[in-house]
């Protein structure tokens, strides 16, 4: 069984389009969601919130999010293979968890810490997900991060559209990781 540090670093982004059509076990996306909604959370706001697409529900979600596209692009801007890489977004992937934020009532608590909260059961899903051999991909592309999408989802002005967790199975899951800036350069020591 892998160690939590090895787990930790492992953990790749895998694009959909090297998923290979293989499923998830639904009581397997259950397990994720349950450590997803261990994080931690200030006041115990829990504001993370997920939509779950799967079965033949994936294909209709992403027709769903290329139709989006369509309807909010203008008719210049719009470009035939953004809607047709949406649309097909689906083929080799398992199950799509659309995540958001739901801002809570209590005003003491600012937005930046529902996100924070959010993006940490993101993270439990990410890590959940590594341990079980999954591949995701967090993606904000597309529609995502638009107000089209968060009028889909019916969410309310301070809600946030978080990503789309594009889950399923790729062959290989493990290629080495790789950072741009040196840990030094983010941190700063005083002792
Ligand atoms: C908030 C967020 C949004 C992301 N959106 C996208 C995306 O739209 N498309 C994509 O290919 N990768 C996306 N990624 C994945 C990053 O590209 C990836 O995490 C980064 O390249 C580092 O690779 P690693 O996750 O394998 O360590 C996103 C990651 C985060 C945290």
Redesign the pocket.
């Known amino acids: 069984m892998a160690t939590l540090t090895q787990i930790i670093e492992n ?3 895998i ?1 959909p389009a090297v998923m290979n059509g293989q499923k998830i076990e639904d009581n397997v996306i259950r397990e994720l969601l349950q450590l997803a909604d261990w994080a931690p959370t200030h006041a115990k706001t829990e504001p993370w919130r997920f939509v779950v697409y799967a079965g033949e529900a994936v294909a209709r979600f992403c027709a769903d999010h290329a139709n989006l596209y369509k309807e909010n692009t203008p008719a210049e801007r719009f470009n035939q293979g953004t809607f047709d890489n949406l649309t097909n977004m689906g083929n080799n992937l398992s199950h799509i968890v659309a995540v958001y934020m739901k801002r809570g009532a209590n005003p003491n608590i600012p937005v930046i810490e529902e996100l924070a909260a959010t993006s940490c059961a993101v993270q439990n899903i990410l890590l959940g997900a590594e341990a079980n051999g999954i591949a995701v ?5 597309g529609m ?1 991060l638009k107000p089209a999408m968060k009028q889909y989802f019916q969410l309310e002005e301070e809600d946030a559209v ?2 789309l967790l594009y889950m399923g199975y790729a062959a290989d899951s493990s290629k080495p ?1 790789a950072r741009n800036t040196p840990l030094e350069q983010k941190v700063q020591w005083h002792s």
Not at 137 to 141: I, Y
Request: charged share 25%.
């Open positions: 953990r790749r982004s694009k991909l967090w993606s904000t592309g995502t978080l990503g990781g």
